[in-house]
């Protein structure tokens, strides 16, 4: 018969976080940031198709590093959680805190309850009416919460991109010029013996929730504006305007609440 | 709300399962009760329960499409509303409106509206034009039990279709009856209890190729022929400032004309008439 050995739950805890830990850090990593324009999203990602970044509602986006089949299920529970509560109530009452919360307690259940926990690191992102204004949620693998003060790295060796971050980025940045700290800050790590590297636009997830813009807020940075930021920080939001995803492009205006 | 969390805490598992696309499906399982079609309802006609909302016109132009309606929702004999909005774009590029009854239908577009938002961003791609018919039309059908018994609602829906090859083509119309549809038609339609007298201007006045700005001259013209002759259509109200909502598809996505645009337009439809009451 089989010996049942004794694991004390710390242990067990230990055991989970340090799979959670390893799981994340394998990964590339992502960074989000308030800017004057609204708040950018930037991911190392090498599939265009399948997004680190995502829409959740009207001001609220999503993002991720770790395991995509896990954080994707996450993303569909906050995209269904978000629609259902906007058609009972109204499109104001959909808040990032709420979607946080609920991600919290899914992920503290999933922590405690399962023998494997989900190897994801997850930022909710709301935007708001000034950069003071927007809320940034860092949700963890074992379901704790932190409310980020306008900047945030997920992933791997997210202390050295952390501290890239802290001395470059200021709230009241352009778009360009906070895609370009938050490119330089991803690429300070992962290069030949810790040096840092260059990231190719085609290795860049990037979406914004523009503050200025009223219903969906979410829109793809892709292509030749995404290449005209990187290379030309000023000649930024023009450029930006016409080429981004055609989906979101509806006049905001039009889209009365419903 | 019915779906709320288990004792866990966690979201239950119907909101994280790789499951469906379509939100009312996802719906009829976390709140049945909140799909126009699943309520039961008592035996008898429910028809007077409700205010009507009449006439909506859609017309194809060249490189978009136009849908128009008018302000009235009408109970019996009275005008229950004198600037409802039946109007609506359902998403980036495509329009509905609907006549019928209007608790029913304005839920049902606020329905509609999230079902297509929520598949783009849960599939991160849009439905496509005829997709987004098919949906409707379902949609449309899960009301039947209410529409027997007098709680009938029509939608029109049109759009702008972006697979089109030939973008002259690309305005198309669907059109639905109370037991779904869809109906793609060709040109022009209109639903409502003024559909009658609005098909029949158009059927004079409508040319292919009109362009987008022809077709909103054309549609508030429609719609004035229509409130003529239908006590259920209102006309442009130029004593309240009422004026027809007219909303245009095109590749550059959709397009609700101001106020002051669709008054300048309505005035001069009315001053046409002064001398030429027939149009």
């Known amino acids: 018969m089989a010996m049942q050995f004794y694991a004390s739950p710390e242990q067990i805890m230990r055991d989970r976080s340090e799979l959670a830990r390893k799981g994340i850090a394998r990964g590339r990593s992502a960074v989000v940031l308030s800017y004057a324009g609204g708040v950018l999203f930037v991911a190392e990602n090498l599939s265009s198709a399948l997004h680190k970044v995502g829409e959740i509602y009207d001001r609220i986006g999503f993002a991720a590093v770790g395991r995509y089949n896990e954080f994707e299920n996450l993303r569909r529970a906050g995209v269904r959680m978000a629609d259902l509560n906007g058609l009972s109530y109204d499109r104001r009452d959909v808040t990032g805190r709420a979607l946080a919360n609920a991600f919290a307690q899914t992920l503290g259940a999933i922590f405690t309850e399962q023998s494997k926990p989900f190897e994801v690191e997850i930022c909710v992102a709301q935007v708001g009416a000034t950069a003071a204004e927007d809320e940034l949620y860092r949700l963890t693998y074992d379901g704790s919460v932190n409310d980020e003060p306008g900047r945030m790295a997920m992933g791997g060796q997210t202390e050295a991109i952390a501290a890239v971050l802290k001395s470059n980025h200021r709230p009241d940045m352009s778009l360009g010029d906070a895609v370009k700290v938050a490119v330089q800050a991803l690429g300070s790590v992962g290069g030949e013996g810790g040096a840092a590297r260059a990231i190719a636009a085609d290795q860049l997830e990037v979406a914004i929730l523009d503050r200025g813009r009223v219903g969906r807020t979410f829109r793809r940075v892709t292509g030749a504006a995404l290449t005209a930021l990187l290379d030309d920080g000023e000649a ?13 492009s509806t006049d905001a205006a039009e889209r009365p609440d419903s | ?43 008898g006609m429910a028809t007077d329960l409700t205010p009507h909302a009449t006439t909506i016109i859609a017309i194809a132009a060249a490189g978009g499409v136009v849908l128009a309606g008018d302000r009235r929702a009408t109970m019996g004999n009275l005008i229950a509303q004198r600037d409802i ?25 606020r329905l509609f509206r999230v079902e297509l938002e929520h598949y783009e961003k849960i599939e991160g791609a849009m439905l496509s034009l005829d997709g987004k018919a098919n949906r409707l039309a379902a949609m449309v059908r899960g009301n039947l039990g209410a529409a027997m018994q007098g709680l009938a609602v029509v939608p029109l829906f049109a759009g702008f279709d972006l ?20 109906y793609e038609e060709v040109g022009y339609d209109a639903v409502g209890s003024g559909s009658l007298f609005a098909k029949s201007a158009l059927k004079k006045r409508f040319r292919y190729g009109l362009s987008v700005d022809d077709a909103v001259r054309l549609a508030v013209e429609a719609l004035y022929d229509a409130a003529d002759d239908d006590t259920a259509t209102g006309g442009p109200d130029l004593t309240r400032r009422i004026y027809p909502v007219v909303m245009s598809a095109t590749a550059e996505g959709t397009h609700r004309l101001t106020e002051a645009e669709t008054a300048a337009i309505a005035e001069s439809v009315v001053a046409g008439r002064m001398e030429n009451p027939g149009g």
């Not at chain 2, 909005?85 to 577009?109: F, Q, R």
Request: glycine residues 10%; hydrophobic residues 45%.
């Open chain 2, 85 to 109: 909005e039946k109007v609506y774009p359902a998403d980036a590029y495509s329009l509905v409106g609907m006549a019928g009854a209007a608790g029913i239908g304005i839920e049902l577009i």
């Open chain 2, 163 to 182: 697979a089109a090859t030939d973008p002259a083509k690309a305005g198309r119309i669907f059109s639905f009856d109370v037991t779904g549809g869809p």
């Open chain 1, 236 to 248: 930024t939001a023009a450029s930006a305007e016409a080429s981004t995803e055609a989906a979101d």
């Open chain 2, 1 to 43: 709300m019915a779906a709320a969390f288990d004792p866990s805490g966690r979201l239950p598992d119907l909101f994280t399962n790789a499951g469906t696309s379509s939100f009312s499906a996802f719906l009829s399982q976390a709140a049945p009760e909140l799909l126009p079609g699943r309520r039961p309802l008592p035996p």
